[in-house]
C-alpha cells in the first residue's frame, strides 16, 4: 500500500520509500476518489432514510416521560374557563407565584394541553366571547340617554 508525501509527484511504499508517480497513477487515483466519492452520497441517502420519509415509522404512542402538567391541570382549567384568552405564558406566571419552581420547564407540555382543550371546547369558548361581546354592546346601547321623538342624533 502507498501512502501520500508532502510532494505531490511521490509516494512512499510500505517499507517507507519513496516512488514517483506517473499520470497513469494519478489518473487511477483520481478515478478511485471519484468513486469513493460517488458512493458516499449513496451510503448517505441510504443510512437514515427514515429522515426523509424513505421508511414508514410507527407513530409512537407512548410518553417517554411522565406528563409534568398533570398535577397543575386542575389548577388551570378553572383559569382556562373563566378566561379563554389565558396565554400559557399567564398560566405558568401564575403557577409560578402560587407554586414556586415546581413547574419549570413545562410551558411547552402546558400549551400543547391548552390548545388540545381550546380545540375541544372552541364552540363553547367562542359562544361565551360573544356572549360577552353581546352584553358589553347592550350595556353601551343602554347607557345611552332615549332621544326625544322627531330628533336627530348628533354625531
Not at 9 to 36: I, P, Q, Y
Not at 59 to 82: E, F, H, N, Q, S
Amino acid at each position: 500500500m502507498t501512502t501520500p508525501t508532502h510532494s505531490h509527484n511521490a509516494w512512499t511504499d510500505k517499507g517507507g520509500h519513496v516512488k514517483a508517480s506517473s499520470e497513469s497513477d494519478r489518473s487511477a487515483s483520481n478515478h478511485d476518489l471519484n468513486a469513493f466519492l460517488g458512493s458516499l452520497r449513496l451510503l448517505w441517502w441510504q443510512s437514515e432514510p427514515a429522515k426523509r420519509g424513505g421508511w414508514d415509522v410507527p407513530k409512537r404512542t407512548y410518553r417517554t416521560r411522565v406528563d409534568p402538567t398533570l398535577g397543575c391541570w386542575p389548577l388551570v382549567l378553572p383559569w382556562l374557563m373563566a378566561d379563554p384568552l389565558l396565554t400559557c405564558q399567564q398560566a405558568m406566571q401564575r403557577l409560578e407565584q402560587e407554586h414556586p419552581g415546581l413547574y419549570l420547564g413545562s410551558l411547552r407540555t402546558l400549551q400543547r394541553r391548552m390548545g388540545e382543550w381550546r380545540i375541544t371546547h372552541a364552540e363553547q369558548v367562542v359562544g361565551q366571547q360573544m356572549g360577552a361581546i353581546r352584553e358589553q354592546e347592550n350595556s353601551q346601547l343602554n347607557s345611552k340617554k332615549p332621544t326625544p321623538a322627531g330628533r336627530q342624533l348628533d354625531r
